[in-house]
T-cell receptor, first 113, second 114 residues
């Protein structure tokens, strides 16, 4: 079945450490997105990519980095510069034409310890 | 600024009732609107996608309507069941200067009581 796979499901980060969240899709979608979800704040866009080797900052990109070397993969690195990284992270993909909807992965919960 | 609002924030009803969830948005320049379901600690599951040229979409007990001119959408759930308990999110794909942006509402947390 086609879909989006996020790993790991749970991730713990020590202070000052960088961690990378994985997102892989086999839907042949051109566009991929990373969202952060906090209680009471809804989903906020971190980064998005509409084509391989290109990506754009979203609304809350500070402290995060991404790469898009393959169409199927869009990993997110949470750097030590992100002061409040504890959150639920969701990856999504879509075909960037007006008629298509978004498909989401199952999420990664990141906790600072 | 493009914004999406969902009212109410939480709703609790007895099993078997029909119910309506509301979504409003600030700009009529949209590509489409998508309703999602989210269970606690899980990702988002797409329920219905309505294009800007459509008035409604149906899937089983779910019916979503779209009134682009008034900036409103409703999700109607018929004969509610305890398994329908979840958070329901509305997401609007806005047209912004030829580009697009998906904006989410904050969701309605639905509880169906047996």
């Amino acid at each position: 079945d086609g879909g989006i796979t996020q790993s790991p499901k749970y991730l713990f980060r020590k202070e000052g450490q960088n961690v990378t969240l994985s997102c892989e899709q086999n839907l042949n979608h051109d566009a991929m997105y990373w969202y952060r979800q906090d209680p009471g704040q809804g989903l906020r866009l971190i980064y998005y990519s509409q084509i391989v080797n290109d990506f754009q900052k979203g609304d809350i990109a500070e402290g995060y980095s991404v790469s898009r070397e393959k169409k199927e993969s869009f990993p997110l690195t949470v750097t030590s510069a992100q002061k409040n990284p504890t959150a639920f992270y969701l990856c999504a993909s879509s075909i960037p034409y007006r008629g298509y909807g978004y498909t989401f992965g199952s999420g990664t919960r990141l906790t600072v310890v | 600024k493009q914004e999406v609002t969902q009212i109410p924030a939480a709703l609790s009803v007895p099993e078997g009732e029909n119910l309506v969830l509301n979504c409003s948005f600030t700009d009529s320049a949209i590509y489409n609107l998508q309703w999602f379901r989210q269970d606690p600690g899980k990702g988002l599951t797409s329920l219905l996608l309505i294009q800007s040229s459509q008035r409604e979409q149906t899937s089983g007990r779910l019916n979503a309507s779209l009134d682009k001119s008034s900036g409103r959408s409703t999700l109607y759930i018929a004969a509610s069941q305890p398994g329908d308990s979840a958070t329901y999110l509305c997401a609007v794909r806005f047209i912004i200067q030829g580009a697009q942006k998906l904006v989410f509402g904050q969701g309605t947390r639905l509880t169906i009581n047996p």
